[in-house]
């Protein structure tokens, strides 16, 4: 499968932002998807996943409450809606496919097969 992510941009802190994620390919609901991001000078680090039916997500504890993940199988597309954005969110958000045959989805960035090529958010303060 392909990933392409689009709908990063320049925000102010407390703004909101929507990524995108498209794939390609007539498997996309078997896979589950996940987003990371990285900052400037660290390492990659998970936000949130969904599973592959979208019945179940995991959010990593920094974005709890202020980001949600959505997923369209019929349009293969998941999306990370990004709400009340702090500086520290700024990051290269990456989205990311795992093919594994668990019930749920993965905050290991080791679990996913496939990556997008990421779109930088940027929040200003």
């Known amino acids: 499968v392909q990933l392409q992510a689009s709908g990063g941009g320049l925000v102010q802190a407390g703004g909101s932002l929507r990524v995108s994620c498209a794939a390609s390919?007539?498997?996309?609901?078997?896979?589950?998807m996940g987003w990371f991001r990285q900052a400037p000078g660290k390492e990659r680090e998970f936000v949130v996943c969904?599973?592959?039916?979208?019945?179940?997500?995991y959010y990593a504890e920094s974005v709890k409450g202020r980001f949600t993940i959505s997923r369209d199988n019929a349009k293969n597309t998941v999306s990370l809606q990004m709400n009340s954005l702090k500086p520290e969110d700024t990051a290269v958000y990456y989205c990311?496919?795992?093919?594994?045959?668990?019930?749920?989805?993965?905050?290991?960035?080791?679990?996913?097969?496939?990556w997008g090529q990421g779109t930088l958010v940027t929040v200003s303060s």
């Open positions: 990311a496919a795992d093919r594994g045959f668990q019930d749920v989805c993965s905050s290991s960035q080791y679990n996913y097969d496939y």
């Open positions: 390919g007539p498997t996309f609901s078997s896979y589950h």
């Open positions: 969904i599973s592959r039916r979208g019945d179940s997500a």
